[in-house]
């Protein structure tokens, strides 16, 4: 069995999370704000643009702006040397 996360990463998938800001219907110069996530393609983020779609469609609440951060999960082990070393008696 595999994770899908990790199968995701390894073909370029970056964990990508958008703030999603929108009008309220009810309340039209209220903004609520909607955090979503999920592994996407950089930079043209297939999978957001298609969630983006259908909260156009389905969602009544216009939305007001989209801010999209994303980071690579998978990179080579970083190792540091340490400044000091002890000697244990």
Do not use: C, K, N
Request: charged share 20%; aromatic share 14%.
């Amino acid at each position: 069995m595999t994770d899908r996360a990790l199968v995701a990463q390894m073909d370029g998938y970056r964990l990508t999370t958008a703030e999603i800001h929108y009008y309220r219907p009810d309340y039209p110069s209220l903004l609520q704000l909607f955090v979503w996530q999920d592994y996407d393609l950089p930079p043209d983020f297939p999978v957001l643009f298609d969630f983006l779609g259908l909260w156009r469609r389905r969602i009544e609440a216009p939305l007001h702006s989209v801010r999209i951060a994303h980071g690579a999960l998978i990179g080579p082990a970083a190792w540091r040397g340490a400044d000091l070393v002890r000697s244990v008696d």
